[in-house]
């Protein structure tokens, strides 16, 4: 059974850091692409914005524009483990963030880790 397992959410000052990590189990992490989501308060449940991607070696990397330049993605492919580097926050970044792999044409998701930005 896919499992994600995100954490490393929490109440930042803007300008602030925080390192995301999602916890893969039930599939062969090193094979498949990764992805983080996030939807902002007050949107609707199903639309979330892609944050960033990595490719399932691990080189290949793409970010949103909102994020160039201060996210960073990575993973471990021995400890099937996710990361989301988060720096110069900004509070527009406030949000819940979503770890996200597409398995036979499905999405799986994690619960997802709160992210708040304070002004």
């Known amino acids: 059974q896919v499992q994600l397992v995100e954490s490393g959410g929490g109440l930042v000052q803007a300008g602030g850091s925080l390192r995301l990590s999602c916890a893969a189990s039930g599939f062969y992490f090193g094979v498949y692409n990764m992805n983080w989501y996030r939807r902002a308060a007050g949107k609707e449940s199903e639309l979330r914005d892609l944050v960033a991607t990595i490719g399932h070696g691990g080189v290949t990397t793409t970010y949103a524009d909102s994020v160039k330049g201060r996210f960073t993605i990575s993973r471990d492919n021995v400890k099937n483990i996710l990361y989301l580097q988060m720096n110069d926050l900004k509070p527009e970044d406030t949000a819940v963030y979503y770890c996200?792999?597409?398995?036979?044409?499905?999405?799986?998701w994690g619960p997802g880790t709160q992210v708040t930005v304070s002004s």
């Open positions: 996200n792999v597409i398995i036979q044409g499905r999405n799986k």
